[in-house]
Structures are given as structure tokens and as C-alpha cells.
Nanobody, 124 residues
Framework: QVQLVESGGGLVQAGGSLRLSCAAS????????MGWFRQAPGKEREFVAA????????YYADSVKGRFTISRDNAKNTVYMQMNSLKPEDTAVYYC?????????????????WGQGTQVTVSS
């Protein structure tokens, strides 16, 4: 079992920045691919970013590419997402996810564990 706890959400004006953190506990963190998804009211949960443990390969949704950066600190069992140039359309609950053997990072069913989510609200 892996437990995931997100933090760092909040209210920010458009153009501002936030850094989300996800602390993992349980099994060996470095074995897992880690990711972030988000869900806006009335919409499906969607992929945002992911990072593999091997060579720290990263993946991003087109909507956040160039603005968001995912990183991980295996010594601290924590994954981060730096979000810059935030837009009102980034408003959502952001979820941390962990998985082993994730082949297609954008597919929700590939992920094994989920956090409770943290709210990000971007005002215009």
C-alpha cells in the first residue's frame, strides 16, 4: 500500500504561481511512476504531468507544457509540481497518483494509488 498526501493548493491570481507537493509513504517510493491529474467541476479527471523513476523521464499535457514542471525527490519520498503562469482554466482539484508499470501515463486506469486532492483556484 502507498499513501499519498497532497499540499500546496490555494487561491492565486491569473499569472501567479503555486507549488504542489505530494508526500508518499508505504512501499519503496522510487519504484513508482508518479503523476498529477486534475478535475474541474462538471468535467472528467484529466492527466496533467508524470515522472518515471528511471531516468526521471517526464510527460506533460499539452495544456500545461512550458508552464508546469514536475520533479521528484526520492530521498524525501515527495513529488512536486511547480505551476507558473496560472490561468483561470487551471482551476481544479489536483490529485497525486502513483503506479508501477504505468504504460500510458494519461490513462487513469493505469494508476494504482490516489491522494485525496488539493484545490487550486485561479482568479481572473
Amino acid at each position: 500500500q502507498v499513501q499519498l498526501v497532497e499540499s500546496g493548493g490555494g487561491l492565486v491570481q491569473a499569472g501567479g504561481s503555486l507549488r504542489l507537493s505530494c508526500a508518499a509513504s508505504g512501499r519503496t517510493f522510487s519504484d513508482y511512476t508518479m503523476g498529477w491529474f486534475r478535475q474541474a467541476p462538471g468535467k472528467e479527471r484529466e492527466f496533467v504531468a508524470a515522472i518515471r523513476w528511471r531516468r526521471s523521464s517526464t510527460y506533460y499535457a499539452d495544456s500545461v507544457k512550458g508552464r508546469f514542471t514536475i520533479s521528484r525527490d526520492n530521498a524525501k519520498n515527495t513529488v512536486y509540481m511547480q505551476m507558473n503562469s496560472l490561468k483561470p482554466e487551471d482551476t481544479a482539484v489536483y490529485y497525486c497518483a502513483a503506479g508501477i508499470g504505468v504504460a500510458v501515463v494519461a490513462t487513469i486506469g493505469e494508476w494504482d494509488y490516489w491522494g485525496q486532492g488539493t484545490q487550486v483556484t485561479v482568479s481572473s
